[in-house]
């Protein structure tokens, strides 16, 4: 059976139409999840530090690129296979409260550098992180007022964040106060 040429040319476009659009989802996706997450210039999620050992350890922890896993667009890495397995499980559970921005600057509705090693808290069963120690220490000291307002502000960060409109305070443009440059390391002991 042959089909008749218009039909034919209706039907080729729309499957090229079809194609393209998954496509660009398929590909505009995942960058679009690593601009909204903390991470690197070259993709690593919590300036490389094992989100687990926040959980169990309950300290930061450096992970290494052989226990790694890519999830939204992001490499996380880990300090040991089984954290790496347990985070690959259940990613959700782990991944820090907004996408890894300073959980006191939502709450104030914008967004800020964290400091991985003393700006970090887990409440709740959520990994908030915070601009630095005395902020953590703020947020902690009004917690169930600042969770809320935090949650409440979240979407219109995102936004923000996405579209590039919100207040975003960087580490780099405040060293000469807070010392904290990134990729941050551990302090050596």
Same mark, same amino acid.
């Given at each position: 059976?042959?089909?008749?040429?218009?039909? /034919?040319?209706?039907?080729?476009? $729309?499957?090229?139409?079809?194609?393209?659009?998954?496509?660009?989802?398929?590909?505009?996706?995942?960058?679009?999840?690593?601009?909204?997450?903390?991470?690197?210039? %070259?993709?690593?999620?919590?300036?490389?530090?094992?989100?687990?050992?926040?959980? %169990?350890?309950?300290?930061?922890?450096?992970?290494?690129?052989?226990?790694?896993?890519?999830?939204?667009?992001?490499?996380?890495?880990?300090?040991?296979? +089984?954290?790496?397995?347990?985070?690959?499980?259940?990613?959700?559970?782990?991944?820090?409260?907004? &996408?890894?921005?300073?959980?006191?600057?939502?709450?104030? $509705?914008?967004?800020? %550098?964290? %400091?991985?090693? =003393?700006?970090?808290?887990?409440? &709740?069963?959520?990994?908030?992180?915070?601009?630095? +120690? $005395?902020?953590?220490? =703020?947020?902690?000291?009004?917690?169930?007022?600042?969770?809320?307002?935090?949650?409440?502000?979240?979407?219109?960060?995102?936004?923000?964040?996405? &579209?590039?409109?919100?207040? /975003?305070?960087?580490?780099?443009?405040?060293?000469?106060?807070? $010392?904290?440059?990134?990729?941050?390391?551990?302090? +050596?002991?």
């Amino acid at each position: 059976m042959k089909l008749p040429t218009k039909l /034919f040319q209706r039907f080729a476009q $729309g499957l090229a139409l079809a194609v393209t659009v998954t496509a660009f989802a398929a590909f505009s996706a995942p960058a679009q999840a690593a601009e909204e997450l903390n991470v690197t210039a %070259d993709g690593i999620a919590m300036d490389g530090f094992d989100v687990i050992s926040y959980f %169990d350890a309950h300290k930061p922890a450096k992970g290494v690129p052989e226990y790694s896993v890519d999830y939204r667009g992001a490499t996380w890495l880990f300090s040991t296979e +089984e954290n790496r397995d347990k985070f690959a499980a259940d990613p959700a559970s782990f991944e820090p409260k907004y &996408n890894g921005w300073c959980s006191n600057a939502v709450s104030k $509705g914008y967004s800020a %550098d964290v %400091d991985f090693v =003393n700006g970090w808290a887990v409440i &709740n069963g959520g990994l908030h992180l915070f601009w630095a +120690e $005395g902020t953590k220490h =703020n947020f902690l000291s009004e917690v169930t007022a600042k969770q809320v307002r935090a949650e409440d502000n979240w979407p219109t960060v995102l936004d923000g964040i996405r &579209n590039g409109t919100v207040k /975003f305070p960087r580490h780099a443009d405040y060293y000469d106060t807070v $010392g904290i440059t990134h990729p941050q390391e551990l302090p +050596e002991s």
